[in-house]
């Protein structure tokens, strides 16, 4: 929990207790229930506090969009001035900077050669079009 810099709180609590059950190793029911419990909330956690990108927010609100009209309930279409985008990088050391690297934009020039390899060698990646943008959003993992 520390490792996700998740505070103090009542949920918290609840996991250190959860991980009391597991380590009292009496009562397998109790066991099995603590460790379902012990897997969701912990998975809930990763998924509040780990950094989303853009385009994973741009999903997640496509995808319980559709989940709120299959179950027949109408939501307002979002329009896309009231998505709050980062700013599309230019070069590859303002993107590997937004990305959490401090290699003066080795790494995402690196996965761009990997990408897109008809791009001529020594001939620089600025400006970054969209598409080699979002290539390297897939492909480098944020810091």
């Known amino acids: 929990m520390e490792r996700l ?9 609840v996991l250190f207790d959860l991980a009391g059950i597991l380590d009292d190793r009496e009562g397998g029911a109790q066991v099995a229930l ?9 998975k809930e956690f990763e998924e509040q506090f ?30 896309g001035e009231d998505l709050q985008f980062d700013v599309l990088p230019t070069t590859p050391v303002e993107f590997a900077q937004q990305l959490g690297y401090a290699d003066g934009g080795r ?17 620089g990646w600025a400006p ?3 598409e080699q943008v979002n290539y ?8």
């Open 128 to 130: 970054l079009t969209p």
């Open 136 to 143: 390297v959003r897939a492909h480098l993992a944020r810091r």
């Open 50 to 79: 780990t950094p989303k990108s853009p385009l994973r927010v741009q999903a997640e609100y496509l995808r319980n969009q559709r989940e709120l009209k299959s179950l027949g309930i109408e939501t307002p279409d979002l329009r």
């Open 107 to 123: 790494a995402v020039r690196k996965v761009l050669r990997l990408g897109f390899p008809d791009h001529d060698r020594h001939s």
């Open 5 to 13: 810099g998740i505070p103090d709180s009542p949920t918290r609590r």
């Open 34 to 42: 603590a460790t379902a419990a012990w897997v969701a909330l912990t």
